[in-house]
């Protein structure tokens, strides 16, 4: 999906108060009820424009919530991008560890971008949800393969590795701790919780005993 073709040059001259009320009802609406139940009415009632309006500015509800996932992206590619730069001088776990909480913030920051995120991973609700959830898929492959290649020439991690095979097992270890998050978040009956505050502490240490060219004391 191309970012330029979710919405209208009509939407983008929107005064960005505008554009900002328009984006929230549909976050808002998008998280609570799916793609598929997402009520366009209740979206333009909390946004203060008619229904003829938004058409005017997203063809389709399709297009609407196109949009709403590049926005979500965006964000995400600028938080992982700040992890990349802040940490280029550390060592390849303690990178890790902040790329973990790096995810936790971002879930922190936008929850309910986040439940749309993870709707779509566990359900066929958005008629683009298997596109969109094999995009961020290869994207963090791709962004996960140069930290371990990196890992790699530094020596900290073992030569033999593969690449793609870290980098697919981070992106399954990183999906998951999200996960683990983000329904501390929304199920207050969910009995997955965090054992304490060292728990990423924990877990980065386990990878480091399978992978480190050098085991943790």
């Known amino acids: 999906m191309n970012s330029a073709n979710t919405s209208t040059n009509k939407f983008e001259q929107l005064a960005d108060s505008k554009q900002k009320s328009i ?3 549909s976050v808002n609406e998008f998280a609570d009820n ?4 997402a009520s366009v ?3 333009v009632e909390n946004a203060g424009i008619s229904k003829g309006s938004l058409f ?3 063809k389709s509800k399709n297009l609407l919530f196109d949009h709403i996932y590049q926005i979500a992206l965006r964000e995400v590619k600028s938080y992982l991008a700040k992890v990349r730069d802040e940490s280029e ?3 390849f776990f303690t990178r890790f560890g902040k790329i973990i909480n790096a995810g936790i913030a971002f879930i922190n920051k936008h929850p309910r971008l986040a439940r749309i ?4 991973l566990n359900s066929d609700d958005s008629p683009h949800g298997k596109e969109i959830i094999q995009n961020l898929h290869s994207e963090a492959i791709r962004y996960l393969t140069q930290f371990v290649e990196m890992g790699i020439e530094r020596n900290e991690l073992r030569s033999e590795l593969n690449p793609g095979t870290v980098a697919f097992m981070m992106e399954s270890i990183l999906n998951r701790i999200l996960q683990v998050h983000y329904l501390e978040i929304f199920d207050t009956k969910s009995n997955i ?4 505050n060292n728990w990423i502490d924990e877990i980065v240490n386990t990878l480091k005993t399978g992978l480190s060219t050098i085991p943790p004391k």
């Open 23 to 25: 984006i929230d009802a």
């Open 34 to 37: 799916g793609f598929k139940n």
């Open 41 to 43: 009415n209740k979206i």
């Open 56 to 58: 005017n500015y997203f």
């Open 89 to 91: 001088n550390d060592d």
């Open 117 to 120: 995120y993870f709707r779509l």
């Open 193 to 196: 919780s965090k054992n304490d």
